[in-house]
């Protein structure tokens, strides 16, 4: 191999003579380029990487260009962002692409509140509903060390009033509850917020959906 210089191009790695070593043994030919994948996150990474190898051929820093932005709905992931997008979860595609509502990472299984629950949660006094609601988003908030949530959690506990006082409850109530607290605690802390939205009433609904779009937009 003496005497030989490498050459870097494109996505190969070529000797410049083309002629076998000393032992008679042949080079490796390169692989093939990357081919292009139906899947527009692909395409896009593809993209990204071809201009990364383009920094690199013309002697740039690496870092010249960022990674891809994620498409709205996944800001924040996997804390903030939305729920799946179902054509990701089924296609691995999204038609809508950037513009798309829901995040487009892979989410992990998480229980969810089952008939019986989501009918004893329409019948729960809302103060009760929403007070439960304040103390998962606290919760939620200091275990992902979210800045700046303190205030729409303050505005969910505001909305729920003074605590509800549990031992009014019967012991099959508060085992309900306690199964109910342990769905609802494996949420994010998005869809926790979301829903604690959907359960408050006037200015606070629209301040709470405010807070959550900056806090996904502090994100970037």
Known sequence: MAGVRIAYRFTFIDLENGKADGAGRTQARSLSPLRTSA??????????????????????????????????????????????????????????????????????TTPKPDKHQREWMSMMPRA????????????RAEQDGLQGAGFVVAVVAVHAGLPCVLQALS????????????????????TMLSLAARYCEGRSRAVILQELRALRNGTQ
């Open 171 to 190: 012991k099959r109530e508060l085992r309900k509850l306690h199964q109910l607290r342990q769905v609802l605690g494996a949420m994010n802390f998005s």
């Open 128 to 139: 009760q509903l929403l007070s439960l609601l304040a103390e998962l988003l606290r919760e």
């Open 39 to 108: 899947n527009s996150d692909t395409l896009v990474v593809d993209t990204w990487a071809q201009r990364h190898l383009r920094t690199l051929r013309q002697g740039q820093d690496a870092s010249v260009f960022d990674a891809p932005a994620p498409n709205r709905g996944s800001l924040g992931h996997p804390t903030l962002c939305s729920r799946p997008c179902i054509y990701f979860v089924k296609q691995g595609q999204c038609p809508h692409g950037d513009a798309c509502g829901f995040c487009h990472h892979h989410h992990s």
